[in-house]
């Protein structure tokens, strides 16, 4: 018996890693994430029907992250642990709300991406990713100064005017 199950267990392994990816990650469209806000990140992993079914009591990690343009990680959740098992109809949806750090507008330019990055692995299966980029939306400020027409040298000058956000999202309070 004990011969049989490691043979099993070797066979599994081995048509995990030898037949290509056994599980897929799609990660849902993610809008635009204003800085200081809050967000979620969504999605589902599934199993390839044409590969084995990874047996119940086996692990599969799925880990979420969310990276700067640099690639460096800002957030990060705790990885989910699934002993379910996978086979061709079984899919399991994750989320996770994050909170976008105000530091994170320090970063910006209009080349900038942030991305959501969700992996999952087992055992059983190659590790793989799926990114999806995020929009940062950041505050836009504008000075609207209302001058006098003339001014001479000497002359005591009122200017008066509004700072405004042209952006839905707040300033960083306190700042």
Not at 48 to 76: F, K
Not at 84 to 90: D, I
Not at 124 to 149: E, H, K, R
């Amino acid at each position: 018996n004990l011969v049989r199950n490691l043979s099993l267990t070797i066979t599994c392994l081995l048509s995990g890693m030898l037949y290509g990816q056994t599980l897929t990650v799609v990660i849902n469209p993610i809008n635009q994430v204003p800085v200081g806000g809050v967000f979620t990140v969504s999605g589902t992993v599934s199993h390839d029907p044409a590969t084995a079914a990874i047996p119940a009591g086996t692990p599969v990690e799925v880990t979420i992250q969310v990276l700067d343009p640099s690639g460096n990680q800002v957030l990060a959740s705790p990885p989910i642990q699934d002993f379910a098992g996978f086979n061709a109809g079984r899919v399991l949806n994750f989320t996770q709300t994050f909170p976008m750090p105000w530091s994170e507008d320090d970063k910006w330019n209009p080349a900038a991406t942030w991305n959501a990055s969700v992996s999952a692995s087992s055992p059983l299966s190659a590790l793989v990713n799926a990114t999806q980029g995020i929009p940062l939306l950041i505050a836009d400020l504008t000075l609207q100064v209302n001058g006098p027409a003339t001014a001479a040298p000497g002359d005591f000058v009122d200017l008066t005017g509004f700072v405004r956000n042209l952006a839905a999202v707040q300033t960083e309070p306190g700042v």
